[in-house]
């Protein structure tokens, strides 16, 4: 699975550093398309600035994921426990969806203000959809068979939760949480853009209005490296707690 993975990795770098080139050798200026070269150079020059702003803005994806996914996972809980509550709360859980972050980002930081609380918010509100609906969907098709045999157990509801319904629904949960750590960056970066005073997002935009196109395309590498660490976080607990016997 790790030499699979890596294979991919290799694969990908090889993908975007050859149609990079290309655009290169196109004639596309230097201060728009910097040479991967000039990349490297500033993160070995700029190592400390990016770090602070990496740590920054990873400390804000660890927020976005904790309220979201908790957010996330108590609807599914709640609308897959009760028919009730899911006629009342699916509808709004939708209608959250339909409006743009973008247009509901400047909102959030002129409430709640260009500190971290407005850019754990936006992740949020991207993050818990896709996490309460895989869960919930999972927590829906739990085996009929399944749940009539812990009922002739005399399994109590939370017993029945707890034993049957969250295990059969975990390869959803994980399905679920993986996308969010793929969405929980770039809500973080969108919020940042909007406004703010560190993290890789106000990097990038600070340094592409001072033309430091380099710096922003390092910060931009930073942002993936992130991604793809979170969601190799997620694979491995996925097999950790799915293929563990």
Not at 82 to 103: C, G, K, W
Not at 226 to 239: E, I, T
Request: with cysteine; glycine share 8%.
């Amino acid at each position: 699975m790790i030499k699979h993975r890596i294979l991919s990795l290799a694969y990908l770098l090889a993908v975007i550093g050859g149609v990079w080139q290309l655009a290169r050798h196109s004639g596309v200026p230097a201060f728009l398309l910097p040479s991967p070269q000039s990349v490297g150079q500033a993160l070995l020059q700029q190592h400390a600035l990016l770090a602070h702003h990496a740590l920054y803005t990873l400390g804000e994806i660890a927020l976005a994921l904790l309220l979201g996914g908790g957010a996330g996972v108590t609807l599914a809980i709640v609308m897959s426990a009760s028919p009730l509550l899911r006629r009342l709360l699916f509808p709004l859980v939708a209608a959250s969806q339909t409006i743009p972050v973008f247009a509901l980002a400047p909102l959030l930081v002129l409430w709640l203000g260009f500190g971290v609380a407005s850019k754990v918010v936006v992740a949020a509100l991207i993050i818990f959809f896709p996490l309460c609906l895989s869960l919930f969907d999972g927590l829906c098709r739990t085996p009929p068979g399944w749940l009539e045999l812990a009922q002739t157990m005399n399994r109590s509801r939370l017993r029945q939760f707890l034993h049957v319904r969250w295990p059969a629904a975990l390869p959803h949960f994980f399905s679920g949480l993986q996308m969010a750590a793929i969405l929980a960056p770039v809500g973080v970066v969108i919020g940042e853009w909007v406004g703010a005073s560190e993290g890789l997002g106000y990097l990038m935009m600070h340094a592409s209005a001072r033309l430091e196109t380099p710096l922003s395309f390092a910060a931009l590498a930073l942002l993936m490296l992130l991604a793809l660490l979170l969601s190799g976080g997620v694979a491995l607990l996925r097999r950790r707690f799915l293929y563990s016997a």
